[in-house]
């Protein structure tokens, strides 16, 4: 674990914080006057390989889009929960005129309460992750304990709190009313869906692909159709990962999780008939199929979702429940993903210069302008 501390006096910016990966939609805005949350999670900071703002060269995964955002490129600013900062000061002068909030726009907004050096950003306008950028030569790190690497079987045994549900109730700023609230899609799985349709995609080797009936096929299997087609021999997509059965021979195509501290995916633990296969992991063995990456809160969604109860249950509550509470409703319009999130996965795969991807990619443009 690393504590953050001002490179101008040493005085201690953030409470001891573990290294986690950047979420692939830390860059991008969401909706217009949206309510957003923190981006990370308490105790935790991930390091922004690129730049962000209107003046980076190429954002990974778009600029985060708003009022400004043109003086803020520098790579390697560290991305805390603005709750795990101590010991600086807001400041007011440095607002950036956004409309709910700060945007971050005019530079550091958060000077060092010890020394009064710039040291990061505070960002918390609507349609924003609040977050705060700590300004990378403004602060260094310290280590005040040894990491500890969560191990997948960890990680499904820690279930509480970390599966992400596919509905969320969204707010916008303004007077509370029930006009301002409404269900749509998590932004995470609008993110997170835009990377897995990429890789989905190149892993089709232009071929249709089946998926399982549930989210998946409510999630992907309209718009692969639409590019794909249906036909004989279909690439097959399947779910995998720690706590399941191993996946099949048959299956061509396994939707895994990428850990949330190191952002590799998960390895097989034995495709039945193959032999020890590459991987970094927990008896990685077999690997032939193509591995979809899905952040680890959606795709522990997708393989133990909480039952969907259509009326209140009756009756006596079981033990440890408090009280009773309809579930979310069912999606009831369909799946979106980011475009921009998904053009730049697509641009980084591989696969993407192979001549079949290349000439797939070059029919897109009717199937989005027609909705698909």
């Known amino acids: 674990m690393f504590v953050f501390v001002c490179t101008g006096c040493g005085a201690e910016l953030t409470a001891p914080l573990s290294q986690v990966v950047l979420p692939v939609y ?37 600029a985060e889009t708003g009022s400004g955002y043109g003086a803020g490129a520098e790579t390697g600013s560290v991305v805390v929960a603005p709750g795990d900062v101590r010991g600086t000061v807001l400041v007011p002068e440095r607002g950036s005129g956004a409309c709910c909030g700060l945007d971050g726009s005019d530079g550091p907004n958060m000077h060092c309460a010890a020394c009064g050096l710039p040291v990061g950003r505070r960002i918390d306008d609507c349609s924003l992750w609040q977050k705060v950028r700590l300004e990378p030569g403004a602060v260094r790190r310290r280590q005040v304990a040894d990491a500890v690497l969560r191990s997948w079987a960890t990680l499904r045994r820690e279930r509480d709190g970390a599966a992400t549900p596919p509905l969320h109730r969204l707010a916008t700023w303004g007077p509370c009313s029930t006009a301002s609230l409404w269900w749509t899609w998590t932004p995470e799985w609008y993110y997170a869906g835009a990377q897995a349709l990429a890789h989905l995609l190149a892993a089709s080797e232009g071929r249709p692909v089946s998926l399982p009936d549930g989210l998946l096929a409510v999630m992907f299997r309209p718009a692969l159709d639409a590019v794909l087609g249906e036909g004989p021999s279909p690439r097959r997509a399947v779910l995998a990962g720690p706590g399941l059965p191993a996946p099949d021979e ?8 990428a850990h949330p501290q190191t952002g590799e995916t998960w390895p097989s633990e034995g495709r039945k008939g193959e032999g020890e296969g590459r991987g970094v992991g927990e008896g990685e063995t077999g690997g032939a199929a193509y591995r979809v990456p899905l952040p680890f809160g959606v795709w522990l969604w997708l393989v133990s979702p909480e039952p969907y109860l259509p009326l209140p249950s009756s009756g006596v509550l079981p033990d440890g429940v408090l009280r009773d509470i309809p579930p979310a409703p069912r999606p009831d319009h369909p799946f979106d993903v980011d475009r921009r999130v998904f053009d730049d996965t697509l641009a980084r795969l591989a696969e993407v210069r192979g001549p079949w991807l290349r000439e797939l990619a070059g029919r897109l443009p009717p199937y989005v302008r027609g909705g698909a």
């Open 250 to 257: 048959a299956a061509d195509i396994l939707l895994v999780p």
């Open 26 to 62: 830390a860059r991008r805005a969401y909706g217009n006057g949206v309510q957003l949350p923190v981006l990370m999670e308490r105790g935790t900071f991930a390091v922004d390989p690129e730049g962000w703002g209107r003046t980076a060269a190429r954002p990974a995964a778009g």
